[in-house]
């Protein structure tokens, strides 16, 4: 219940915070277009500040936007790398550490997406099926950690999700740590980005074969304690 509740205030504050994005009475919001990229094509990240909530946060979008177009709030993927200019000791300062922040990020996006396009080939001839891009900002698995992309690589029948994570820190700590992720319904494995995509495939899969096993065992085991508890009230 409590994990609920937790759940249910972090999704009302990432509601307001997306819905702010369309309030510019107190916001401003700038914006970089990453252009392409191999299987996200391009993304726009967006990076909003507000003064009344005292936040300076990143969202990603995927297209090239415009000056002046309009995203909706569920185009939005938060990605907790924020700038932080808070040490800058005048405006010119401030724009250098800007200019180094936004590229360490575009790097990422960019390595992220590179690594992204390794992995399709090595994902479909070893879980046999055609891989799909999926690039909703919501996806139909848990991860462990934060999304980079909006994008995702989908073996649908495996039900096999693999896309790009990040850890949570400012710009300012420089390119923000990258993995893959590999996810299936309940179980999930991050992998470094440097590593083989097919040993890593080979390896999630035998992995969470295992994990279903013993899942499939632990099920068994408290149907068959029910099965005798019941027995003692006949």
Known sequence: ?????RRSKDGAAESLLRRALLDDSSAVAVSLRVDGLPVSDAVTVIFHARRDLGTLQTYV???????????????????PCDLDLAEAEDREEAARLYVEQVQAFRDALVGADVVLDVWREPLGELVGTGVAV???????????????????????????????????????????PIGIACAQQDFSRVY???????????DFLEVAAEHARRLAERLDHQEASVERFLELSE
């Open 192 to 202: 470094p980005l440097a590593d083989d995509p097919e040993r890593c495939v080979e």
């Open 134 to 176: 999926d690039r909703s900002v919501e996806l139909s698995v848990r991860l462990p950690a934060p999304r980079l992309l909006p994008t995702a690589l989908v073996a649908r029948d495996s039900q096999l999700v693999v896309t790009p994570v990040c850890s949570a820190r400012t710009l300012a700590e420089g390119r923000p």
């Open 61 to 79: 979008a995927n297209g090239s936007r415009g000056a002046g177009a309009t995203v909706a709030a569920n185009e939005l993927l938060r990605v």
């Open 1 to 5: 219940m409590l994990e609920d509740d």
